[in-house]
């Protein structure tokens, strides 16, 4: 494609982007599906300029506004080509010919806003903390408070690039044999630097060049992710509830974790998602793990099995801020509930769930936010609540793990750790005899978990 034309198509998608309310992943993957011949270096180019403008959102927003343009695709693809400093007026002009393939010819208007965009970068010192920082209003107060003086450098951390993080599955392979495959595919990859099982990959790949992916041998998985699994401490033979288990990531790692044996019970309360969860079971080679769907938190299911587990783990419905450097475009876009109404879900979740949990046993709380609010707070109320439980010390779980950001508890951010932000407490069920802890008023109906998961 010319360079034209890769303007054109990302303009297209960009339209797609504002247009469907999905995830951005999830447009794109729709986006080439419909357009095979897009080959894949032109693919790589058009998603660098779609994520550029996902993470600049507020900024160019705020320069449009500041000479009063419209927000649209087109004038922000604009603005984004005359401030990131990589091309000249002219050049950019010439872009929009109107060619075959080429976005049609600028107007007057958007001439001018070249010229006033003209020696801008895309700071300015009049923008607000919430527009330098590309971050939602709702979302500055809690992440201020949890960071302090730390957070412009998390911020800028979560304007990078996410890392391609890989799991061996020590079932099928060994993460030096899988080292070897992407070394032979000429990929340079290491061995992650916190979880045992981790590779980290230093150039994005199709991912159909590498086999081991096709047949469970690897998975996709951040690094922080794998070290939440590491948390839940599962032994072989053990029994194991992953309550929210999406489609089955940390469940993969937990069952692995346990060698085969034992029982992991994979529940949510999206059927199709635990259908895809099941695809990736067998591919791995794992056979301890049953899926369950749940109509909800509440589910009779929970009641019947009070007291039945070992490990449980809350992998719960959150705000997702731990993912924005991977997912852009998740600061702007809710579609799930939102933090006021997540709180009292993650509490009625964690409450259900750790009826599950026999004596001795552990519940493990996490979810991918970096706030006070849904993490170090929720954990503190669940304990005041439920007084058969305390705190396992990160320490006394995993004393490898002497890096996190928190002393009892795994806290992780993109900035300190270089992975996403993730949160992870372990509690242990510490009195006799088990008692039915439902908490009043929680929802009986199925709950989308939104982009927590």
Known sequence: MTPAARLQTTLELLH?????????????????RARRYIEEADRGRILDLITALLRHHARLGWWLAKHGREDTPRNRLLAWLALDGTRTR???QNLFSGKQF????????????????????IEHPAMPDEVRFECPEWALEPL?????????????????????DLRVNPIKATRDGALAALKALGLPAEASRMAPYGIRVHQRFSLSRFAMLKSGEVEIQDEGSQLVARVVDARPGERVVDFCAGAGGKTLAIAAQMA??????????????????????????????????????????????????????????????????RNPDARWRTLGP???NLLPLQAGILASAARLVK??????????????????EQVAAFLAAHPAFRVVPLREVAPELNFSAHPDYLALTPARHDTDGFFAAVLQREAAQVVEEMAEGVSAEPIDPGPGQ
């Not at 080429?102 to 970068?121: S, V």
């Not at 412009?152 to 690039?161: I, K, Q, S």
């Open 16 to 32: 797609d982007v504002d247009r469907v309310a999905r995830p951005v992943d999830a447009v794109v993957s729709a986006f080439f």
């Open 90 to 92: 002219d050049q950019i």
């Open 102 to 121: 080429a976005p049609a010819p600028l107007r007057d208007h958007e001439r001018g806003l070249l010229g006033k965009l003209q020696g801008c970068t």
């Open 144 to 164: 201020k408070r949890r960071f302090g003086a730390a957070l412009p450098r998390e911020m800028a951390a979560m304007l990078t690039d996410a890392p391609l």
């Open 260 to 325: 085969n044996k034992g029982h992991v019970i994979a529940c949510d309360v999206m059927e199709s998602r635990l259908k895809r969860g099941a695809e990736r079971f067998r591919r791995a080679g794992l056979h301890n793990i049953e899926t369950r769907h749940l109509a909800s938190e509440t589910d009779k299911w929970v009641k019947r099995h009070k007291g039945s587990y070992d490990r449980v783990l809350v992998d719960a419905p959150c705000s997702g801020t731990g993912t924005w450097r």
């Open 338 to 340: 939102g933090l006021s």
């Open 359 to 376: 004596p001795a046993g552990r519940l493990v709380y996490a979810t991918c936010s970096l706030l006070a609010e849904e993490n170090e």
